[in-house]
């Protein structure tokens, strides 16, 4: 099976510019959850969307958004990029909201 | 929210070494994940285990949910196992399938 598929793989961008990052999960999964990694530190959690619905939302601002489509594929949306918005951009994914989480190699996003 | 602490934070051995992680957490949970991160940045399952005891290989791990801690054991380490490793954690009750990652311990294995 393929495992989670992340694209861009490497993305530069300047402040206040829309990104838009791009994941498929393995076949079978339902759940695709979104974390951001800045370096020297754990995943944080930004999102969880489960058969389409978003189920969990971290503590990141509204400039942040995610959308999961009807063959589990997700989106995440970042508007406004600030320089602090550089990280690590994982995406997981799941059979289940519970179950082991499965990562993609993540999208390394530069903001100058 | 739930905290994670993990110890040591850094970790130098030689091949062929054994090792122990550790993994604190301050409130009950029901899902806890051991994850390797090498240094391409790969981010690897390795258990999934919110209780008791599993074993992979030259890995093992142990969760003691009632005492909130989960060991991980490397045996007879090699330079392949040099990475990052993360504890992450679930908290019992919460509705949002968020795991909540500790800062890890960073493994060097030495030839």
């Known amino acids: 099976d393929t495992g989670v598929t992340q694209s861009p793989t490497h993305l530069i961008k300047t402040r206040g510019q829309q990104v838009t990052l791009r994941c498929s999960p393995i076949?079978?999964?339902?759940?695709v959850s979104w974390y951001q990694q800045v370096l020297g530190q754990g995943p944080q959690f930004i999102f969880q969307?489960?058969?389409?619905?978003?189920?969990g939302r971290g503590n990141f601002p509204d400039r942040f958004s995610a959308r999961q489509f009807p063959n589990y594929s997700s989106e995440l949306n970042v508007n406004a990029l600030l320089l602090g918005d550089s990280a690590l951009y994982l995406c997981?994914?799941?059979?289940?909201?519970?179950?082991?989480?499965?990562f993609g190699n993540g999208t390394r996003l530069t903001v100058t | 929210g739930i905290q994670v602490e993990q110890s040591p934070p850094d970790l130098i051995l030689q091949e062929g070494a054994n090792s122990t992680l550790r993994c604190n957490f301050s409130?009950?949970?029901?899902?806890l994940q051991w994850f390797h991160q090498n240094p391409w940045g790969q981010l690897i399952n390795l258990f999934y285990?919110?209780?008791g005891t599993k074993q992979n290989g030259r890995l093992s791990a142990t969760t003691v949910a009632t005492e909130r801690y989960s060991l991980l054991y490397i045996s007879s380490s090699q330079t392949t196992d040099s990475g990052v490793y993360f504890c992450?954690?679930?908290?019992?009750?919460?509705?949002?399938?968020?795991?909540?990652f500790g800062k890890g311990t960073l493994l060097t294995v030495n030839p």
């Open positions: 285990i919110p209780s």
């Open positions: 992450a954690v679930e908290n019992s009750g919460g509705s949002n399938y968020k795991l909540t």
């Open positions: 076949s079978g999964h339902k759940s």
């Open positions: 409130d009950s949970v029901n899902n």
């Open positions: 969307y489960y058969e389409k619905e978003e189920r």
């Open positions: 997981a994914s799941s059979r289940t909201g519970g179950s082991p989480l499965h």
